[in-house]
């Protein structure tokens, strides 16, 4: 089975802080993906990467920048953290979105910023 | 922005009956198709993908894709307590980098 680990679950971070949101797959996958998740927002897409170093804006990237140095890792930053940050954080990855593979994500990390 | 609609309920059948969620898309290019299910407080688990026109069954499970209407559903048969839970359903897209869409996911309850 493919495991997607996010090693932060709970959170709670103060205005201003610099915060890092960790994502591990172990599954070689090439695409991984951000996405947060609000009450009546539904899943938004914040960045994702197609490949080591690569990286591409999503639909609501402001605020947020990621990292990826090696295959299996991904990481969210919020270089500096505001209320209107805090949400359900959720980390994915899938092998190759034009076989019809499917998306399979992390149990999520849910951020509080007071 | 290539979108995903889905209505956002809540929907309350009660348990023995047929659940039908619906889901419509703005790209015609989109070829890959899945419902997700989430329980609350937990992350989505999916359910069914679905690829081409007509059903796709599986278990208790049917889920319908109708291209040119742009349109796909899922159909929940004899609907248990056990299948509330919010469905969200995804769209893959077409032009530039492609990436999966989701609707804003629809909150079912299943009443004993």
């Known amino acids: 089975d493919v495991k997607v680990t996010q090693s932060s679950r709970y959170l709670v971070k103060r205005t201003g802080e610099k915060v890092f949101l960790e994502c591990v797959q172990d599954?070689?996958?090439?695409?991984m993906f951000w996405y947060r998740q609000d009450p009546g927002l539904g899943l938004r897409l914040i960045y994702f990467?197609?490949?080591?170093?690569?990286?591409e804006k999503g639909d609501i990237p402001e605020g947020y920048s990621v990292s990826r140095e090696k295959k299996e890792r991904f990481s969210l930053i919020l270089e500096s953290a505001s209320t209107n940050q805090t949400s359900m954080y959720l980390c994915?990855?899938?092998?190759?979105?034009?076989?019809?593979?499917?998306?399979?994500f992390g149990e999520g990390s849910w951020l509080t910023v007071v | 922005q290539k979108e995903v609609e889905q209505n956002s309920g809540p929907l309350s059948v009660p348990e023995g009956a047929i659940a039908s969620l619906n889901c419509t898309y703005s790209?015609?290019?989109?070829?890959?198709f899945f419902w997700y299910r989430q329980y609350s407080g937990k992350s989505p688990e999916l359910i069914m993908s679905?690829?081409?026109?007509g059903d796709k069954e599986d278990g208790r499970f049917t889920a319908q894709l109708n291209k040119a209407s742009q349109y796909v559903s899922l159909l929940i048969r004899d609907s248990q307590p056990s299948d509330s839970a919010t469905y969200l359903c995804?769209?893959?897209?077409?032009?530039?980098?492609?990436?999966?869409?989701f609707g804003k996911g629809t909150k079912l309850t299943v009443n004993p």
């Open positions: 995804a769209v893959n897209t077409q032009g530039g980098s492609e990436k999966l869409v």
């Open positions: 790209d015609r290019g989109s070829q890959s």
């Open positions: 994915a990855s899938i092998p190759d979105l034009n076989s019809g593979n499917t998306i399979y």
């Open positions: 679905i690829y081409s026109n």
């Open positions: 990467s197609y490949d080591v170093k690569m990286k």
């Open positions: 599954m070689d996958h090439e695409n």
